[in-house]
T-cell receptor
């Protein structure tokens, strides 16, 4: 079983729509959680960390459910520039990051 | 702050040759650097972790004699793909972290290697 699993999508949404997706992680000892954004042929960039109480950064909201071992990302009022692959990343408490394969979001005009 | 550069950004080489990729932290001292590989539509896979001045720690299944890593200073790590073959063609990405903050990694722009 993969350490981090994501629905690959693609999620194809119109501008202004809300889109949400999850990822699941296998190791219950995981301590830190992140969402990264990766544009085509580019490096991943940190979008936001995910805290136990849930957190919001502008149009982006992240939630963590430790009991069910999943993390979610919700994007409100989607912009064309939100089109990217979103990577779910989990840290086990050591220095290693485990990456999901990514969820592709395409926002159309 | 926290800018990481990689050089070259892309390289094409012939089978059997060796390729060196540089990873530099431009505005901070990176006690730990990480090397990842990403195949199309797949997740980043950690290849190895290097700490300045010590030998790299390789992940299971990664050949240390094929992927030579040197972390000679607090701002530079190099990955050399020796005797490259077409199956080594991939996107190689490095990341760097500050001392005591290994989970906060800053990524380089990546190097796309094509072996013909």
């Amino acid at each position: 079983r993969k350490e981090v699993e994501q629905d690959p999508g693609p999620f194809n949404v119109p501008e202004g729509a809300t889109v949400a997706f999850n990822c699941t992680y296998s190791n219950s000892a995981s301590q830190s959680f992140f969402w990264y954004r990766q544009d085509c042929r580019k490096e991943p960039k940190l979008l936001m960390s995910v805290y136990s109480s849930g957190n919001e950064d502008g149009r982006f909201t992240a939630q963590l459910n430790r009991a069910s071992q999943y993390i979610s990302l919700l994007i409100r009022d989607s912009k064309l520039s939100d089109s990217a692959t979103y990577l779910c990343v989990v840290n086990m408490g050591d220095y290693k990051l485990s990456f999901g394969a990514g969820t592709t979001v395409t926002v159309r005009a | 702050g926290a800018v990481v550069s990689q050089h070259p950004s892309w390289v094409i080489c012939k089978s059997g040759t060796s390729v060196k990729i540089e990873c530099r932290s431009l505005d901070f001292q990176a006690t730990t650097m990480f090397w990842y590989r990403q195949f199309p539509k797949q997740s980043l896979m950690l290849m190895a972790t290097s700490n300045e001045g010590s030998k790299a720690t390789y992940e299971q299944g990664v050949e240390k004699d094929k992927f030579l890593i040197n972390h000679a200073s607090l701002t530079l790590s190099t990955l050399t793909v020796t005797s490259a073959h077409p199956e080594d063609s991939s996107f190689y990405i490095c990341s760097a972290s500050r001392q005591g903050m290994a989970y906060e990694q800053y990524f380089g722009p990546g190097t796309r290697l094509t072996v013909t």
